[in-house]
T-cell receptor
Framework: DAGVTQSPTHLIKTRGQQVTLRCSPK?????VSWYQQALGQGPQFIFQ???????QRGNFPDRFSGHQFPNYSSELNVNALLLGDSALYLC???????????????FGSGTRLTVV | GNSVTQMEGPVTLSEEAFLTINCTYT??????LFWYVQYPGEGLQLLLK?????DKGSNKGFEATYRKETTSFHLEKGSVQVSDSAVYFC?????????FGPGTRLSVLP
């Protein structure tokens, strides 16, 4: 049973560029949440997608956007990259979304983004 | 808002030593509490959790007790191994998503 799958595992982008990160949830899960983990810090919540809509959002600018597809997979897009966007981006999947308790919360291994 | 504070690392111990990593939290309501572990180059793995006051979570020799009166959830292990070297994150879930502490790096020497 595949867990949460994220791609790519690493990438390097130039300041000002745009990037798209991808996440496939664990089998049976329908909710995807995204976190940013800067070096030496704990993960911070970016947003959550359920039923193809953004349901909750943390304290991140509009440069961070996302999408959820009918098969429950998700993308995180970051525009106008800044050096400070360099981080490990973690995806987590769960079942039921905010209204039904987010059961079975499972994290992926992350995408390491370096902005130069 | 909700927040989590952890003891600063790094923590360096000899194999078979006793481990304590302190964690305190601030939250409205009655959050669930968690310890996650992150090995080098990997994502987060759930280590243990507790969902209400006085609950004790345990796994792989690690334990933590939900103390509402002191708003704490300290992680303990009686005898650490080299393979326990990792970063440990205390976290709470009061709404539907997690608030993490900054992490504590543990190094266990043979």
């Amino acid at each position: 049973d595949a867990g949460v799958t994220q791609s790519p595992t690493h990438l390097i982008k130039t300041r000002g560029q745009q990037v798209t990160l991808r996440c496939s949830p664990k089998s049976g899960h329908d909710t995807v949440s995204w976190y940013q983990q800067a070096l030496g810090q704990g993960p911070q919540f970016i947003f959550q997608y359920y039923e193809e809509e953004e349901r909750q959002r943390g304290n991140f600018p509009d440069r961070f956007s996302g999408h959820q597809f009918p098969n429950y997979s998700s993308e995180l897009n970051v525009n106008a990259l800044l050096l400070g966007d360099s981080a490990l981006y973690l995806c987590a999947s769960s079942l039921g979304g905010w209204s039904r308790g987010n059961y079975g919360y499972t994290f992926g291994s992350g995408t390491r983004l370096t902005v130069v | 808002g909700n927040s989590v504070t952890q003891m600063e690392g790094p923590v360096t111990l000899s194999e078979e030593a006793f481990l304590t990593i302190n964690c305190t939290y601030t939250a409205t309501g009655y959050p669930s509490l968690f310890w996650y572990v992150q090995y080098p180059g990997e994502g987060l793995q759930l280590l243990l959790k507790a969902t209400k006051a006085d609950d004790k979570g345990s796994n792989k020799g690690f334990e933590a007790t939900y103390r509402k009166e002191t708003t704490s959830f300290h992680l303990e292990k009686g005898s650490v191994q080299v393979s326990d070297s990792a970063v440990y994150f205390c976290a709470l879930r009061g709404g539907q998503n997690f608030v993490f502490g900054p992490g504590t790096r543990l190094s266990v020497l043979p």
